[in-house]
């Protein structure tokens, strides 16, 4: 098949997101443009189907690099500017969305500005992109490593390839984006022909030009998502760093609960890339953990049930921030004077794991990640070769949750 060249025969190329939990299209929406001067909230139809149109400029009275350029000419200049934004937010065919609560927006310009960053679909696009990708056209992937460095590399193959040519399948590698040609013939525009899509939060790539073909595409999309990934690919989609800042907040008060006393899969993890050798320490050193004078040099490791029981000294509700607050040291020697790592902050020590919307979700080095349901099959399955050259902590804090015990971690 022959990739689509023209934007004309292809449709308009346009970047698409997904929203749940949007059971009136005003709440995926930014309070500030609902009512803005320089912005139009409408209600419209689209084909036939209720929608929300926001529309407007983003407006200032100069640019930013006028002061510079005052300031070195002497000259007073000035220069207004507007950068338009628009979207239109719809709803998939009842026959084929799970909820009726699932919205689509159609951005044009900055038009993403204007949604909500809670009610997105984390990494829709990155989804649709792996179930649709031909497995030797991947042309570009980001990809997080969970080291001490959360090191983020892009790479790039213009001609295409697959997994094997970008290095791509070892345990603790998270995908935030995908470039790809994709096969998706029920396309209004696809005409039997490949095209590219750009897949992370949001999916790029050309749709129907016509309201009718615009609808189509919405519910391809849609028909596509509930379709389970393909096996060449589904490692892409096993591991997913959580970005969105709204689920991020919710994932933080499970943990504060649990820390508060609720039921729920915690303990310590051993921070294995921040720890300078594999070599069991003999003393630790707490800071800001105790009250200040039971910080002091403590023999041998630290347990998940000291830690606990410290945490119990703060009132409910503030045990969170002391994730933030306190830090770990550890040291080769009982005496403290041989250190093998820096002061870690104990968030980093923190193994968490909870369900949220009938999805996993795992605290690991202080972030949090989503977790695919046939990911620990691909643990256990490495785990008779041995753990993988990176993200080596997050291997065995997987492992870990798999018997629910790591230096203490207790299911409560």
Sequence with gaps: MAVHDSDKAAGRRTTVYRLTGVDDFRKAVRAKYLDHEHFAVEDVMVGGRPALLVS??????????CAAVSALTGRDVAIAGATPAGLILLRPSPATAPDDAVAYALTYGMGFQLLDPGRLDNLFGQRIAIRTAEPDQLRSLTVTTM?????????????????????IGDIGEAVSRIVAVANLPRLARADGKLTQVRGADALNLPIGLTAADVLADLDVLESVLAGPPPEHLKILEQLTAVKNPELKKTLDARLSAVLDGDNGTIGLAWPHERVDENSTPDAWLPRNLWPRRENYLRRGQPEWGEIEKALQNYPVGARLDRLDRASIQVFRDPE??????????????????????????????????????DYAENINSRAVTGPPSSGRGFWFMTRCFQSSMSWGMRRR
């Design 56 to 65: 407007g400029a983003m407006t200032r009275d100069s640019a930013g690099w």
């Design 336 to 373: 403290g004077e041989d250190a093998i790592s820096q002061a870690i902050p104990l968030r980093r020590w923190i193994a968490f794991q909870c369900e949220v919307d009938g999805r996993t979700y795992a605290s690991y080095d202080g972030n949090w990640y989503q977790i695919h349901h």
């Design 147 to 167: 080291d001490e460095r959360s090191r983020t590399s892009r790479a790039s193959i213009p001609q295409g390839d697959g997994l094997l040519g970008f290095g």
